[in-house]
């Protein structure tokens, strides 16, 4: 009896504890179980607030406290616009109200506890929205999120935001989470263009690309009507290199398989491309371009090419200097950043930044970013006769969760940007910049160099005749241009027809540009244009290119004669901006009459702070004549036209040496028969170019390498930068962002 009472008691004794085992494991399940409920919430939650928020499209530039405010709760700007809900009817003015919406219409919405869910969702006049709760998973009634979404003011930055509190609940257990949501106004692109983008030798783009060139079939039409053109960083530099590019080029147009130029070793098809190339030289289990160039100069196998050491450099030529030094320079500095701390500091040198060495640390990419094209790409290769690799050639590194390449992306995501959204914002650039109007005749001026002279030579003093485009060995217009030489400027205003040059100046805030509105006349451009002839001997003149060709424009009320006296087509070479380019909204596009180029090192800057500038043997200089800008201007020249922030043009050739850091907006659409191309005009001819391109790649503006007079390929990064300002009146969406360190439990801010 005695054992068997021994062994009732430990039966017992294992029955409770297993009991309270089993209690505890199913409290810490449901615990469990809750927190990811209310995880699920706000991941939900996210994805409400961006596709809800992308029905918005406002014009302001900058979204601050007040517009934040006036898009959650209203009213909304008289000039903002609702698009239409995807998928259930909606008539909401106000993204709280489009959440509300949402939440009605959600089919896993239920109440499972009537007495405190009937009547949800709910909405108040501040903006705050109760959701009814959804399930987690279809049926089971016991696992569900319920959404709370207000607006609140952080103190700690002062930043007004959406909170975002989400209540899990698995039976009897609760948890609760938090998260704060940013709304932001980004285009989320280094180029946005409607024309033809050309991608030359030595660029190197960080960030998305996005063309709406070749919708219209007749853009497709012809030898050169390609959405993209992309040539390889690595052409010209040895013919074992160009030969090895050209065999990764063709290759990966035959089997690559998601368009990122690259050819994947264990892919089962690409795989099937690599023989006969040259390998998996860095081991990062992809065949590309910069394989091909580790091969050429990696001497002794390392896997590194020391370019700027003290010794040992594999890519130094016969006269002990880089073959390219630029190339190596763009490579080396490529993806600042690189532990992404938002610092670019020794830490990054560690990790390859800035180091002298090319190597796999540098991660070459011609993109570092996605390729987002509106055309078919069937529509493009049909045209082309050919892989659209073959044409847009290099390696496209995008985001592990990104496709290289997209095609057949709509209106909403890829928008039209035109000059008429911007004709009203140039009234502050010109109110500002005729504070100085550029005189023919300066004397006085500080000189940029304190070692030269300020100079200016007018057009009196027969300065040469200069092709436009420069340098190009086919131009299509003659300018004598005034000079302006080593001269420091503040804001100052050009008057129409200085059609100047400006040799290594420095602008200190706002440069105005004035042209003629009207000059939709179809010969504007054509109207006194020159051309050049060789009479032997060495003499050259300039004649007529079209004898008789007048214009006319409705605001002048004559006939003209020529029209260089009414436009600005304008160089500027090797100087600096510390602030913003702008100028009028002509009606038409006339690009051999108002024209900007800009050559040789130039440097743009719009903010005091940007670690850069202080990169500048002049950058302490540079940074403290900013510091001396009032906020007001400092907001004017980031929000608006410039090549540190968002830079708007119809269409923009850069070369030489450029470091753009922003968004490029082009404008322009070429339209058979209208403006510019209306003698039989061809819309392939009007792109934005980036970057060397010659006549061995098809362009008859560049110069080859052996050319007398060649001065180099260039070197341009283009970075896009997520924090730029926008300029006023560009009709965008708004983007609805977390901001991850505001997550907490228990839902308290």
Known sequence: MMFLVIFASLAAAMAVVAQGNLRTADSALKVSRAQSAAESGLVFAARRLQ?????????????????????????????????????????????????????????SAFSPVPAEHDGLPEIDANGLVITKPLRVDPGVDRLWFQLTFELIQDPIDDRVRVRVTSLGVDGEIRR??????DILKRIEYAVISPNRIMIGKNVMIEGPLGSRYGINPAELAGDNGHPLVMRSDFRYITPTLTAKVDTIAARAGEFDSDGDGRLRINHPIE??????????????????????????????????????????????????NPIDEQ???????????????????????QLGYADGVID?????????????????????????????????????????????????????????????QFASQATAFRQIAQSLILPTTPTGYTAVDPTKPASFTPVSANPPYEAVPFNSPAPYEYYRRPIYDNIVFGDVFIPKGTNALFRNCRFEGIVYIETTLDCDDPNWNYTGAL?????????????????????????????????????????????????????????????W???????????????????????????ADLRDIMLGYSAQKLDLIQRRVNLKGTCVAGIMDIRGTAD??????????????????????????????????????????????????????????????????????????????????????????
Request: aromatic fraction near 10%; glycine fraction near 12%; proline fraction near 6%.
């Open 531 to 591: 051309r050049e002839v060789d009479q032997g001997g060495g003499v050259v003149t300039y004649v007529p290119r079209f004898p008789g060709i007048v214009s006319q424009s409705d605001g002048l009320g004559s006939t003209i004669a020529n029209t260089q006296s009414l436009s600005n087509s304008i160089r500027f070479d090797g100087c600096t901006f510390l602030g913003s380019i702008a100028g009028d909204t002509p009606r038409e596009f006339t690009h």
């Open 51 to 107: 596709k809800e928020g992308a029905r918005f499209v406002i014009r302001e530039g900058f979204v601050d406290n007040d517009l934040v405010a006036d898009i959650w709760k209203g009213p909304l700007p008289l000039d903002a616009e609702v698009e239409p809900a995807d998928g259930y009817e909606s008539d909401a003015t106000t993204l709280a109200q489009a959440i509300y919406d949402a939440n009605l219409a959600d089919v």
């Open 271 to 320: 795989k099937n491309g690599i023989s006969g190339t040259v390998g998996d030289v860095n081991r990062d289990e992809y065949v590309d371009e910069f394989d091909a160039f580790l091969s050429e100069f990696d001497t002794n196998g390392d896997g590194r090419v020391p370019w700027n050491l003290s010794g040992g450099n594999e890519f130094d030529g016969a006269d002990g």
């Open 593 to 619: 009459r108002n024209k900007v180029q800009i050559t040789g090192p130039t440097r743009f800057f719009s903010d005091p702070d940007d670690p850069q500038i202080l990169e500048q043997p002049d950058g």
């Open 176 to 181: 609760t989470l938090s998260l704060d949501f």
């Open 660 to 749: 753009v850091f922003g968004t490029l907006l082009m404008t322009y659409r070429p339209i058979p028969g209208v403006g510019a191309l209306y003698y039989n005009g061809q819309p392939a001819l009007f792109n934005t170019t980036l970057g060397y391109f010659g006549p061995l790649d098809g362009d008859g503006e560049g110069q080859t390498p052996d050319e007398a007079g060649f001065e180099g390929y260039g070197e341009i990064r283009l970075r896009y930068d997520p924090n730029a300002k926008l300029p006023d009146g560009i009709p965008w969406p708004v983007t609805v962002e977390p901001k991850t360190n505001s997550y907490r439990e228990g839902g308290l801010g």
């Open 327 to 349: 190339l190596a320079n763009l490579m080396d500095r490529a993806l600042a950043d690189r532990n992404g701390d938002g610092l670019i500091d020794a830490f990054d040198v």
């Open 360 to 420: 796999s640390r540098d991660y070459y990419a011609k993109i570092n970013g996605q390729l987002v094209f509106a055309v078919e790409e069937e529509a493009w290769e049909s045209a082309a006769q050919e892989n659209w690799r073959n044409i847009a050639q290099g390696s496209v590194r995008a985001a592990k969760d990104e496709a290289p390449a997209r095609f057949e992306v709509g209106t909403d995501e890829l928008r039209a940007i035109e000059t008429s």
